[in-house]
C-alpha cells in the first residue's frame, strides 16, 4: 500500500505532519525504492527552527517545499495539542536517522553522509559500518566547504547513487541548501539531522530519557555545548513563550475554550 503524509496542521504558522516515528521510517523506504526516483525532502523542526522561520524568507521557504515536516522537540507537540488537532508524538531527527540505518542494514540502502568534521565523520563511518554491516555508504563529505564548492559537492552526491542523504549540518544551512539544490541532487531522500552526526558518533552525548519525555534535552544540549548554544536557546526560547503565550490569548479573547485533543 502506498504510504503518503497526512494532511498537515498549522503551528504557529508553520506546517507539521501528524506522522508517528514508524510512518516516519516507512516514507523513507518507500520514496527510497520507488521506481520512479524524486527527490522528497524531510524537515525536522525543534523550537529554535520554528522562530527562524519567521524572520528567514528563504528558510520558510524550504519548509514550505519540504515533503515531510515532523516535530523534533516535545515542547512542539504539547503546543500543538493547544493550537491545532495535535501532534501525534515527537519524531526526532537522531532517532529516525538510527531506525533508517538500522531496517536499511538488511535491505543494502544506500546512504550518503554530509557533514560535521572530517575526525568525526571518519568515526560516524566506522562505527556504521561496524553495526550496521549490510547498509551500504555510498560517500560522505565533511560540511566544512565554501559556496565556490557546492556543484563538486552536489556533483560527489548525484553520481554516488546513494538511496538517501543525510546531512548533519547547522539549521537553516542544511534546509535551505537542500532547497536549492534539489532538482539536483539525484537521491530519492534528504533527511536533514543537525548535530544527528555527533550523537550517533560518540561525540556528544543523547539526554537521559526522562529529560527527552518532559521536553528538556535542549537543557542537557545547552549543557554540553553552551558556547555554541546559550544565545539561540536564550533568543528563541523567549521568542517561542512569547508568540505561544499571544497567540493563546488571541484564541481566548476570541472565545476559543481550550486545548484540542489529538485526532
Not at 52 to 61: F, G, I
Not at 63 to 80: H, K, N, Q, T
Not at 95 to 112: T, Y
Not at 158 to 165: F, K
Request: proline residues 6%; glycine residues 8%.
Amino acid at each position: 500500500m502506498t504510504l503518503s503524509p497526512t494532511a498537515p496542521v498549522e503551528i504557529l504558522n508553520t506546517r507539521f505532519h501528524p506522522v508517528v516515528m514508524n510512518d516516519a521510517v516507512d516514507l523513507v523506504f518507500e520514496w527510497a525504492k520507488a521506481p520512479l526516483r524524486t527527490l522528497h525532502s524531510i524537515v525536522t523542526i525543534n523550537v529554535a527552527l520554528l522562530m527562524m522561520c519567521r524572520s528567514n524568507a528563504e528558510l520558510a521557504h524550504a519548509v514550505e517545499e519540504a515533503d515531510l515536516v515532523v516535530a523534533d522537540g516535545m515542547p512542539l507537540v504539547w503546543a500543538s495539542h493547544w493550537l491545532s488537532p495535535g501532534l501525534p508524538e515527537r519524531v526526532a531527527g537522531v532517532d529516525l536517522m538510527e531506525l533508517v540505518l538500522r531496517k536499511g542494514a538488511s535491505s543494502g540502502l544506500r546512504i550518503f553522509l554530509l557533514g560535521t568534521t572530517q575526525e568525526r565523520l571518519d568515526v560516524l563511518q566506522a562505527k556504521i559500518r561496524r553495526e550496521y554491516p549490510g547498509l551500504i555508504i555510498a560517500g560522505a563529505r565533511n560540511g566544512y566547504f565554501r559556496p565556490t564548492e557546492d556543484q563538486r559537492v552536489v556533483q560527489e552526491i548525484r553520481e554516488s547513487g546513494a538511496d538517501v542523504l543525510f546531512i548533519g549540518m547547522p539549521a537553516p544551512t542544511k534546509e535551505i541548501w537542500t532547497e536549492h539544490h534539489r532538482h539536483e541532487l539525484g537521491v530519492a531522500v534528504v533527511v536533514g539531522v543537525g548535530g544527528g552526526f555527533d550523537v550517533i558518533a560518540g561525540f556528544i552525548p543523547r539526554a537521559p530519557k526522562f529529560l527527552q519525555r518532559i521536553g528538556f534535552e535542549w537543557a542537557w544540549r545547552l549543557l554540553n555545548e553552551p558556547r555554541k548554544l546559550w544565545k539561540r536557546y536564550l533568543v528563541t526560547n523567549s521568542q517561542f513563550i512569547a508568540v505561544l503565550v499571544a497567540e493563546l490569548a488571541g484564541r481566548l479573547v476570541g472565545g476559543w475554550h481550550g486545548p484540542r485533543s489529538a485526532q
